[in-house]
């Protein structure tokens, strides 16, 4: 998003030929305002703030969207956690330092992620490598950081390794020789992503109610039995926030879905952006309008002109999602299988 507050409210304040902010306060009011446009826009359009990302999923079959969301939009299919093995020596560079698949680097590592730092280079000998959030480790003040890792052997022999499953929410980390200082390198860590893997399907769940009324039962077998792979979900417009998955997740299972839903929006000051699209800007700008003409709504006309603000608001959110229905790629499909339809019935 590339709108300015601060532009937005330039233009409410001429509007309101207050420039001066001297009966709106643009540090006041009028940001207070911005953001009820903002989430007002959220409810009234959800895919305005949509949002994709990979999910990790709970045990069972109810699955709720992450904390900053009000609805779910779409699942769209399965996904599995990157798994990548890094070749460690020990190369003097100024100093011995550990490089990576030969190159001395900052990494940047997933989210959910595991991660395998191979030691058993002869390189490797008297040099253990482990993580910290302090630049230099144990050199630097700091201590080892223990969440998601595990080590096995003896470093520049055998299958030594140190291995880590980065965290939801982990810190950026440096890895360090616990031996010798000045050897580590930087581990920046990154949104979970994954990697694609079978697609999922939105389906009745009155349906799937009638033909497996067991589904949610963590001991149901056969199709239903619960493991990591989802190929169903359902979604009920009454509860926006969670929906089920099928089968459901078996105890101990990995599973992880990518998701389309709508945020919150994030709250914006007068020197930040917007935080929902460009497009919807002029929207913003008419819903502050009516609030500030109804906070004086007592003087002639405002009260008028309050209410044309609030429906040139309305109309640009509502009009929006017409256009969006005119303009889908969607409908390229459609008209696909219509033409298919009627090619098999002879039409041409």
Known sequence: ??????????????????????????????????????????????????????????????????????????VVRNMAMIEKTYTV????????????????????????????????HSSNSGHPLRFSTTANGSHGGGSEYTTGVTTSGTPGSG??????????????????CTQHAGMGFQVNTGTRVGTGKRATRLVSRDSLDSIQPSWHDPTVK???????????????????????????????????????????????AANGNLDIPDVFANAVMNY???????????????????????????????GKSQIDLTTTPNLDAGNQAQAAAMRGMGVN
């Open 288 to 318: 502050v309008l009516y609030m500030a003409y109804m906070k004086d709504s007592e003087f002639v006309g405002n009260q008028q002109r309050a209410s044309s603000h609030y429906n040139l608001f309305i109309t640009s959110v509502t």
């Open 222 to 268: 056969g199709d239903a039995k619960h493991g990591s792979l989802i190929k169903h979900y359902m979604y009920e417009d009454q509860n926006p926030r969670n929906y089920y998955v099928y089968p459901g997740v078996a105890s101990g299972a990995s599973s992880f879905l990518e998701i389309i839903y709508s945020a919150n929006p994030t709250t914006v």
């Open 159 to 176: 299958t030594a390794f140190t291995k880590i499953t980065v965290a939801v929410g982990a810190p950026t980390l440096y890895t360090y």
């Open 1 to 74: 998003m590339t709108v300015t507050v601060q532009s937005v409210l330039d233009r409410v304040q001429q509007t309101l030929q207050d420039t001066a902010g001297i009966r709106w306060s643009s540090t006041n009011e009028l940001v207070l305002w911005v953001n009820d446009a903002q989430r007002e826009i959220a409810l009234l359009k959800p895919d305005a703030t949509a949002t994709n990302a990979t999910v990790a999923l709970v045990e069972g079959t109810k699955q709720t969207i992450p904390d900053d969301g009000n609805r779910l939009l779409r």
């Open 89 to 120: 020596t020990v190369v003097n560079d100024s100093g011995n330092k550990f490089y990576t698949d030969g190159s001395f680097q900052t990494l940047t590592l997933e989210e959910g992620g595991t991660y395998t730092f191979d030691q058993s």
